[in-house]
């Protein structure tokens, strides 16, 4: 006999619970307190737990310089304003990726030019990138969504051959690779978010490697001034502005600096539970009808991973509709659900109509692209079948057999799904 849906009153699936992220650490607690009791809540220079992190950014990615920043927007804001953008210059950058990577683009005074994603690696198109490269455009950003690495070695010809800059959003792949790079060390500069679900979480904040000096100096004036300006600006032209800076404070808590320093350490043991976890649910993913496993190359190594976002395929389950879908998974105690950012062209920022209404004064609206929906309309078709399953870490593999089984057992309940719909549809 068939085991009974829990839509249907049948036990679910699952019975092991999720953990939180990030885990809890008492040498992050005992650390924090002994901070507070010396006062050491804030720093001026390169120092304390903030200098540290910088550090272990510097050496994971083999390069000369990272700086540690109060988020991981700000790290990109200074990423682009570091890349010398100028009125009027534009940026190519993904529709389908979280709204950081592109809205501070306007903040640098910029125009983002959103393009479309590959299908299977749902990073930007590097073949669209290419033919929307006019004189204006200064820079690319691309984002290694979910944690799948972009084609690199694509991105970065079509840069080297327009002489573009090129802004690694690195917020989903921390420790991810792409033909045995490490992510964030390929293009001129490379973003990580260290916001609390990440896999290297201060609780908020955020940190941008450079192997460029000149990135490092720009991008170090933007959001810092003084001490800290004056111990990491060498060069002349730009030392002159250390007293100042550009006036933006984007220094990071030394209390997030205690805890991304605590789960950097564990990054290694993270990917490789990540790894083996994730890749056991891939394959039962692959083998259940109606939903296919997100795509992972064989050019690239997943690192933390930031989600698992499976595709639904209603075809194969004669036409079931989504929502159904997902209560009944749901029902069986797997945490699914449609992952939360719709393509960014379709957002009224995006869209030319509300170009004189918009809040900010940004770049000119004349060389602002509208959008309208179908422009883009891989990201949109990914948008619209796209689910959203957690990450295990420290999980027992128990969990992930669990949730194989209540994908299995919601597809081989199939029949009573379609009466479900029935009698709603009937009322
Ligand atoms: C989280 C995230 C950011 C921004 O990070 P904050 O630290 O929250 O400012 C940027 N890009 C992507 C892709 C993200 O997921």
Request: charged fraction near 25%; aromatic fraction near 8%; hydrophobic fraction near 40%.
């Amino acid at each position: 006999m068939k085991p009974r849906l829990a839509l249907c009153g049948g036990p679910p699936a699952v019975d092991v619970a999720l953990q939180s992220w990030p885990p809890y650490d008492a040498r992050i607690a005992a650390e924090v307190d002994r901070m507070l009791q010396s006062a050491e809540v804030s720093y001026y220079g390169e120092e304390g737990h903030v200098a540290v992190l910088e550090e272990k950014f510097e050496r994971y990615h083999s390069v000369r310089y990272a700086l540690a920043t109060s988020s991981g927007t700000a790290a990109l804001h200074s990423a682009f304003v570091a890349c010398g953008l100028r009125p009027g210059d534009e940026v190519i950058a993904p529709t389908h990726t979280f709204l950081a990577t592109v809205m501070p683009v306007f903040a640098a005074d910029a125009t983002p030019v959103l393009v479309d994603c590959e299908s299977d690696t749902e990073g930007i198109d590097p073949g669209l990138v290419e033919k929307a490269v006019t004189e204006r455009t200064k820079a690319i950003v691309v984002t290694h969504l979910w944690g799948h690495p972009v084609d690199m070695d694509a991105i970065m010809a079509i840069a080297r051959s327009h002489g573009l800059k090129v802004v690694e959003d690195c917020s989903h792949a921390h420790g991810a690779t792409h033909r045995g790079r490490v992510v964030g060390s390929i293009g001129d500069v490379g973003c990580f978010s260290l916001q609390g679900k990440k896999a290297v979480s201060g609780g908020q904040g955020g940190i941008l490697v450079t192997d460029d000096e000149d990135i490092y100096e720009r991008a170090l004036l933007l959001g810092h001034f003084r001490v800290r300006a004056e111990q990491g600006v060498r060069s002349p032209g730009m030392r002159q502005f250390a007293d100042t800076g550009w006036g933006l404070n984007y220094r990071m808590h030394p209390f997030s600096a205690v805890m991304a320093n605590a789960t950097f350490d564990r990054l290694d043991e993270v990917v490789e539970r990540r790894r083996e976890r994730h890749g056991r649910l891939l394959e039962l993913l692959r083998v259940a009808p109606g939903v296919d496993e997100p795509h992972v190359g064989p050019e690239v190594t997943m690192g933390a991973w930031y989600g698992i976002k499976p595709r639904y395929r209603p075809e194969e389950l004669d036409g079931l509709p989504i929502d159904l879908y997902i209560e009944a998974l749901r029902a069986e105690g797997v945490k699914i659900g449609r992952p939360g950012s719709a393509p960014l062209h379709l957002s009224p920022m995006f869209n030319g109509a509300s170009a004189e209404r918009m809040p900010f004064a940004g770049s000119p609206p004349e060389g602002r692209r509208a959008y309208l929906p179908g422009d883009l309309p891989v990201s949109e078709s990914i948008h619209d079948c796209a689910l959203s399953l957690p990450t295990f870490t420290y999980e027992p593999l128990e969990i992930v057999e669990q949730y194989g089984e209540a994908f299995a057992k919601v597809a081989d309940g199939l029949d009573d799904l379609q009466r479900i719909a029935k009698e709603r549809a009937h009322g």
